[in-house]
């Protein structure tokens, strides 16, 4: 019975921890852009993509099909490898002022136990961290 109230305590601690942490680490973004390229989930995508703040809705509707193309080859790799087993993020590494960073993303997939990484580029854009392309 004690280990089932150490167990339930450990739960509460961990959603607590889980909830109060932020959303908006650099290493996160990483993670989510690289699960939505491989998904190809271009409505997170472009969320997460730093777009200039001038571009009209035509623009933003021609950046939406060009970067559809660029996930359609990515995403049929992964769907091909059995999709997406695992992706981490290594340390972000920042500039001086800490407003650009750049994270190493390592990707494993169902079906193939090679590992593949890449860094991604980050910007923070009031005060959110987006992706730099």
Do not use: H
Not at 14 to 39: D, H, I, M, R, W
Not at 64 to 82: C, D, H, N, V, Y
Not at 111 to 125: A, I, M, P, R, Y
Request: some cysteine; overall charge negative; hydrophobic content about 40%.
């Amino acid at each position: 019975m004690q280990s089932l109230k150490n167990w339930f305590a450990l739960v509460v601690v961990s959603l607590v921890l889980v909830g109060c942490s932020s959303s908006n680490e650099p290493e996160q973004v990483a993670v989510a852009f690289t699960k939505a390229a491989y998904s190809g989930d271009i409505d997170t995508l472009m969320d997460l993509v730093e777009l200039p703040e001038e571009l009209e809705d035509g623009q933003k509707d021609m950046m939406r099909g060009k970067l559809q193309m660029m996930l359609a080859p990515a995403s049929a790799m992964a769907a091909e490898k059995g999709g997406i087993d695992e992706i981490e993020a290594g340390t972000a590494s920042y500039n001086d002022d800490k407003t650009s960073a750049s994270v190493p993303v390592t990707v494993t997939f169902k079906k193939n136990d090679e590992k593949t990484t890449e860094q991604v580029k980050l910007t923070k854009v009031d005060g959110d961290w987006k992706i730099k392309l």
